[in-house]
């Protein structure tokens, strides 16, 4: 079945410019701009605002510490950009009325956007171009497996290190907090340290909870520990990375609070839409000129077939 999907058409590029992108902002807000719509009446917002997700002052500091061998075995992960964009996370703005705009079209039963003349869904294999996850190749899906087990933070943890004062301070009911074991990895550095595989799973539990799977501030769930760990056994998280990103969307739209990747779903609105911050024009935003993979040292490149293909 064809759909319309003139706003996307081929010969209109991904970003053209300050003014077509205010342009599409503005279109994009007439879309909720009916009476009674959440997004026209601030005091019922489902998302908090820009203070959703704080800057950490913590983390910069110390990937700045972090030795090259430690960076080598986040290489081999594949959690490179990644990486990058923790290093880059206090620079990064996110624009939360665009996110909310989208969230009001996110329909919770089809996992996509609807839009008034198609819908449009984030893909795995997008997800892996944006956020450099290691990709599945073609027919590797029918031998992958997975144990579920009962998760125990303090098995995982305990690699880090055993210090009962320190497992203590790292978890609290069902989360652990990242602060903690930022602070670990800070004095292992600065104590020259060899223990290079135990910083580079430690950092991991950080820059992934930060990046893909942020909850609250500096804390995630024993669940997404799991996760996170399992990506130094030669795990691949795209699905997991996705799947917790679309529940976060649907607990927005459904009134809840808002959770997942937002800095993967600003990429890929970066990719399709392109927004600008109407009532500040120096406000950073998400488009193919000028969203976090910029800090990689190179733009985001794919090709119209693959960010219309949803669309036809």
Same mark, same amino acid.
């Given at each position: 079945?064809? !759909?319309?999907?003139?706003?996307?058409?081929?010969?209109?590029?991904?970003?053209?410019?300050?003014?077509?992108?205010?342009?599409?902002?503005?279109?994009?807000?007439?879309?909720?701009?009916?009476?009674?719509?959440?997004?026209?009446?601030?005091?019922?917002?489902?998302?908090?605002?820009?203070? !959703?997700?704080?800057?950490?002052?913590?983390? =910069?500091?110390? @990937?700045?510490?972090?030795?090259?061998?430690?960076?080598?075995?986040?290489?081999?992960?594949?959690?490179?950009? =990644?990486? =990058?964009?923790?290093?880059?996370?206090?620079?990064?703005?996110?624009?939360?009325?665009?996110?909310?705009?989208?969230?009001?079209?996110?329909?919770?039963?089809?996992?996509?956007?609807?839009?008034? $003349?198609?819908?449009?869904?984030?893909?795995? $294999?997008?997800?892996?171009?944006?956020?450099?996850?290691?990709?599945?190749?073609?027919?590797?899906?029918?031998?992958?497996?997975?144990?579920?087990?009962?998760?125990?933070?303090?098995?995982?943890?305990?690699?880090?290190?055993?210090?009962?004062?320190?497992?203590?301070?790292?978890?609290?009911? #069902?989360?652990?907090?990242?602060?903690?074991?930022?602070?670990?990895? +800070?004095?292992?550095?600065?104590?020259?340290? +060899?223990?290079?595989?135990?910083?580079?799973?430690?950092?991991?539990?950080?820059?992934?909870?930060?990046?893909?799977?942020? $909850?609250?501030?500096?804390?995630?769930?024993?669940?997404?520990?799991?996760?996170?760990?399992?990506?130094?056994?030669?795990?691949?998280? !795209?699905?997991?990375?996705?799947?917790?990103?679309?529940?976060?969307?649907?607990?927005?739209?459904?009134?809840?609070?808002?959770?997942?990747? =937002?800095?993967?779903?600003?990429?890929?609105?970066?990719?399709?839409?392109?927004?600008?911050?109407?009532?500040?024009?120096?406000? $950073?935003?998400?488009? #193919?000129?000028?969203?976090? @993979?910029?800090?990689?040292?190179?733009? @985001?490149? #794919?090709?119209?077939?693959?960010?219309?293909? !949803?669309?036809?």
């Amino acid at each position: 079945m064809k !759909r319309n999907y003139s706003a996307f058409a081929e010969d209109i590029p991904p970003y053209s410019g300050p003014k077509a992108a205010r342009e599409t902002h503005s279109d994009l807000k007439q879309l909720s701009a009916i009476p009674g719509h959440i997004y026209m009446r601030p005091e019922l917002q489902i998302l908090p605002g820009q203070r !959703r997700f704080s800057k950490m002052p913590w983390l =910069v500091p110390m @990937l700045e510490l972090f030795l090259p061998m430690s960076i080598g075995h986040l290489k081999e992960w594949g959690l490179s950009t =990644v990486f =990058v964009l923790a290093k880059n996370y206090n620079k990064l703005v996110h624009v939360w009325e665009s996110v909310t705009a989208m969230v009001e079209l996110w329909h919770p039963q089809t996992n996509s956007f609807i839009f008034p $003349e198609f819908e449009a869904t984030i893909l795995l $294999e997008e997800l892996e171009i944006m956020l450099g996850l290691p990709r599945y190749q073609r027919g590797e899906e029918l031998t992958i497996s997975y144990t579920v087990e009962q998760i125990n933070s303090w098995s995982i943890l305990a690699y880090i290190t055993t210090k009962k004062n320190d497992l203590y301070s790292m978890t609290s009911g #069902m989360h652990v907090h990242l602060l903690p074991i930022a602070q670990w990895i +800070t004095s292992q550095c600065k104590q020259k340290t +060899t223990n290079y595989t135990a910083i580079a799973k430690a950092a991991a539990i950080c820059i992934c909870g930060v990046i893909l799977f942020p $909850e609250s501030d500096s804390a995630i769930s024993f669940g997404n520990l799991s996760i996170i760990y399992s990506i130094s056994e030669g795990m691949k998280i !795209r699905q997991a990375v996705l799947g917790f990103l679309y529940a976060g969307l649907t607990s927005a739209a459904l009134g809840g609070t808002f959770y997942g990747s =937002v800095v993967a779903l600003e990429l890929w609105m970066g990719m399709h839409i392109q927004f600008w911050a109407a009532e500040d024009p120096n406000t $950073e935003c998400k488009t #193919m000129l000028n969203h976090p @993979l910029a800090y990689v040292g190179r733009r @985001l490149h #794919m090709s119209t077939q693959a960010w219309c293909k !949803r669309l036809k």
